[in-house]
């Protein structure tokens, strides 16, 4: 079953690449062929198997010949290495379900803000309208993941407001959605995370020279991380309160 959930990774994988890709560029995710994004050539289906322009085209185009660069292959065994460890973890269960749906909007996330330093709305909207339906059936009541949503979006909002230019809008939206999913305990220790790495990672930089005070980090990879770390560390009893 882990290797069979693996696989369904790497599926979902494929459609996080797609929506990586045109997202940002406000193209429509499900209307159109899947395209080379250097040539107007189409893939044929069996390049949409995960992996395959990798094998047989040795990751180039078969029309323009440029390179396919290794973020579609990096999203689909991401998404498949998360995909099994839910299994693991969580076992045939809501909490699975609910880890199916929230990962793929975490690694599109941060594929997404690393590239654009961005978040679209369509994609919080997205994790929104799918998150709270079923955050409240594995909640046993809208109330938690309600509760999750307003404290994650709230903190971050008044943050962006104290200090400005510090958080966009996206971010604070971004927050808000996966609050759904985790509830209010798993969103503190979901921020807690967040914004413990963002330091790290800030001091690091600065200390290596390769950001200035002023310079900006996109701030929703940190985001994805910490929501991570929270749905995998809250397993039910024991964990954040999630019906079982």
Not at 110 to 126: G, S, Y
Not at 140 to 145: A, K, N
Request: hydrophobic fraction near 55%.
């Amino acid at each position: 079953m882990t290797l069979l959930v693996a696989m369904l990774g790497l599926w979902v994988g494929v459609a996080v690449h797609v929506a990586v890709l045109r997202l940002p560029r406000r193209q429509p995710v499900w209307r159109s062929f899947s395209r080379c994004v250097s040539c107007p050539g189409p893939l044929v289906s069996r390049d949409l198997i995960p992996l395959a322009p990798f094998v047989r085209w040795r990751g180039s185009c078969p029309t323009c010949s440029r390179p396919l660069g290794w973020r579609g292959p990096a999203i689909e065994v991401t998404v498949a290495t998360l995909y099994a460890i839910a299994w693991s973890a969580f076992g045939p269960s809501l909490r699975l379900v609910l880890a199916l749906v929230l990962v793929p909007v975490l690694v599109a996330a941060t594929a997404i803000d690393l590239e654009w330093q961005l978040l679209p709305d369509r994609l919080n909207l997205a994790a929104a309208v799918a998150g709270l339906p079923l955050a409240a059936w594995t909640y046993g009541s809208p109330w938690t993941p309600l509760a999750g949503a307003v404290l994650g979006g709230g903190i971050l909002a008044l943050l962006a407001a104290v200090v400005p230019g510090g958080l966009g809008g996206g971010d604070v939206k971004f927050a808000a959605a996966f609050g759904l999913y985790l509830g209010p305990a798993g969103t503190l220790v979901a921020l807690l995370a967040a914004f413990t790495a963002a330091g790290a990672a800030g001091a690091v930089l600065l200390l290596t020279g390769r950001k200035r005070p002023r310079d900006m980090i996109p701030f929703g990879p940190f985001l994805a991380m910490g929501a991570g770390v929270a749905l995998f560390a809250g397993q039910g009893p024991g964990g954040w309160p999630v019906a079982a």
